[in-house]
Nanobody, 119 residues
Framework: QVQLVESGGGLVQAGGSLRLSCAAS????????MGWYRQAPGQQRELVAV???????NHVDSVKGRFTISRDNAKNTVYLQMNALKPEDTAEYFC?????????????WGQGTQVTVSS
């Protein structure tokens, strides 16, 4: 089992910055990949960025050059630095951990943190 706790959301003006944090606990050794997803009202949850256990990252086109995913292995924490925020970035942001154990693959989710960008 893996537990994820997000923090760092809030209200910011367009052009501003926020940093989201996701602290993992439990069976963190089984985590293959962590990522950030977001879901706006009435929209499907979408991928924002992922980082593998080896440190490889991938960001969706809409956030490239503005958002950066990173991790601190010693703290079992993943971050999402969000710069040049736009109103369309407004959403609930969720941390995800993908694990593989002898029982098979699993996805774990945090409770979500709201990001609101005002124009």
């Amino acid at each position: 089992q893996v537990q994820l706790v997000e923090s760092g959301g809030g209200l910011v003006q367009a052009g501003g910055s926020l940093r989201l944090s996701c602290a993992a606990s439990g069976s963190t050794f089984s985590i293959i990949r962590m990522g950030w997803y977001r879901q706006a009202p009435g929209q499907q949850r979408e991928l924002v960025a992922v980082i593998t256990s080896g440190g490889q990252t991938n960001h969706v086109d809409s956030v490239k050059g503005r958002f950066t995913i990173s991790r601190d292995n010693a703290k079992n924490t993943v971050y999402l630095q969000m710069n040049a925020l736009k109103p369309e970035d407004t959403a609930e942001y969720f941390c995800n951990a993908f694990t593989i154990t002898t029982m098979g693959p699993n996805d774990y989710w945090g409770q979500g943190t709201q990001v609101t960008v005002s124009s």
